[in-house]
């Protein structure tokens, strides 16, 4: 299986390789790294199915292509190159399509396998890591660092988290200030108990520097 590994590598080094929106190479590096510490205490689930939707799991994602379909049909494509046994990709499969935030939506988990690349992804979102991507992200849409006239957004469709107006400030309370309450697996909430408690503290600091106390 290790050279499917490598190949899924490679083609994602060449799909995201010019992202500057958060969603790079070392993002996927990262959360693949997040799902091995999870899979490493919870020793359940298929690590190959696990590193491979790891690996893949942004690369249908509508933010990084011209539409959804688009990104399916890419990953479709990629994975029938590999001729996998027809049950392993569609565990693959499955753990892609259920990884995403997608403003909040409660979606069921079918298996641990999601359930830890879900885990892994919504990690990268907190902490520090979490906190530089927000602004990466944040600067390639167009959204104000803060702007105090933008009403946090409490109820969102698909396309209004996507597209509507908001803030990088904003987004930690429309996503990731949520994320903590919503991992899966024990080892997850763990970890996402000080990357969340330091994503606070940058809060109050940053609080304080925009209303001249600090």
């Avoid at 992202?19 to 919870?42: C, M, P, Q, T, Y």
């Avoid at 991507?133 to 660092?145: E, L, N, V």
């Avoid at 994503?199 to 520097?209: D, G, I, K, R």
Wanted: proline residues 1%; charged residues 30%; negative net charge.
């Amino acid at each position: 299986m290790r050279e499917k590994i490598e190949a899924a590598e490679a083609f994602v080094k060449n799909a995201l390789g010019n992202d500057f929106s958060g969603h790079d190479w070392h993002h996927i590096d990262r959360v693949r790294k997040n799902a091995s510490l999870i899979w490493s205490e919870e020793q359940k689930g298929d690590w190959f199915v696990i590193e491979m939707a790891a690996l893949l799991h942004d690369i249908p994602d509508e933010k990084l292509n011209d539409t959804e379909e688009a990104g399916w049909v890419r990953l479709t494509s990629f994975l029938e190159s590999l001729q996998l046994d027809h049950d392993i990709a569609g565990k693959i499969m499955d753990c892609i399509e259920t990884v995403s935030f997608k403003g909040g939506r409660v979606i069921n988990l079918a298996s641990i396998e999601a359930e830890i690349v879900q885990d892994a992804d919504r990690l990268d979102a907190l902490g520090a890591i979490g906190i530089a991507r927000t602004f990466a992200y944040g600067g390639k849409k167009g959204h104000p660092i803060f702007d105090p006239a933008l009403s946090v957004r409490e109820e969102m469709t698909i396309e209004e988290y996507r597209s509507g107006n908001s803030s990088s400030i904003n987004h930690f309370y429309e996503k990731l200030l949520k994320l903590k309450d919503k991992m899966n697996t024990a080892h997850a909430k763990k970890l996402a108990e000080e990357r969340h408690e330091f994503m606070e503290s940058f809060l109050a600091q940053f609080y304080n520097e925009w209303n001249g106390k600090a």
